[in-house]
């Protein structure tokens, strides 16, 4: 029985890690570890969205035309 609680938690402790390991590469690693223990004035504090990248709104160029 302690084989398979080592086991489940030796899993969730390796995921913990590669979340943080993502977070490293992608620059925000410290932000991401304090998020987890932020604590807001009233209690409850909702996430902030992540804002959306800015995609142009151009058109595809049109296909090459078919030479067959």
Partial sequence: MFRIIESFATAILLLLVM???LHLIQGDAWEWLT??????D???ELPTPPSL???????????PPNQG
Avoid at 35 to 40: A, C, L, N, T
Avoid at 55 to 62: A, K
């Fill in 19 to 21: 979340m943080f390991v």
């Fill in 35 to 40: 998020s987890k223990f932020r604590v807001s």
């Fill in 42 to 44: 009233d209690g409850v």
């Fill in 53 to 63: 990248p800015n995609i142009p709104n151009d058109p595809l160029p049109p296909p």
